[in-house]
């Protein structure tokens, strides 16, 4: 039973900073690619980043370039999401996933991703 689970959410101040971890069980974790996604009240699910196989390729949102940084420890199934310089609008849920790839590539569509924890909430106080 293929299981992510999210960590690291909470209350924060703008211009702060979070680091949310997502662990998963039950898959090959060096196998899959992750993704990181999100989903503010009243708004649609948006992409935020994603990271191949290997890690050696990422890929994130324009809205958080540069603030943001995505890794992958494969030793230990974990995906960590390195939040810096917060803003309120990064409030929402934070929500990571995982697809099974044959190559190092990054996936930044949802409907790619079978799997899905159960979401960090995340609020940027202003």
């Known amino acids: 039973q293929v299981q992510l689970v999210e960590s690291g959410g909470g209350l924060v101040q703008a211009g702060g900073s979070l680091r949310l971890s997502c662990v998963a069980s039950?898959?090959?974790?060096?196998?899959?690619?992750m993704g990181w996604f999100r989903q503010a009240p009243g708004k649609e699910r948006e992409f935020v980043s994603a990271?191949?196989?290997?890690?050696?390729?990422?890929s994130y949102a324009d809205s958080v370039k540069g603030r943001f940084t995505v890794s992958r420890d494969n030793a230990k199934n974990t995906m960590y999401l390195q939040m810096h310089s917060l803003k309120p609008e990064d409030t929402a849920d934070y929500y990571c996933?995982?697809?099974?790839?044959?190559?190092?590539?990054?996936?930044?569509?949802?409907?790619?991703?079978?799997?899905w924890g159960q979401g960090t909430q995340v609020t940027v106080a202003s």
């Open positions: 996933a995982a697809a099974s790839l044959a190559w190092d590539m990054v996936l930044v569509t949802d409907t790619r991703y079978a799997y």
């Open positions: 039950g898959l090959a974790f060096s196998s899959y690619a």
């Open positions: 990271i191949s196989l290997s890690g050696d390729s990422t």
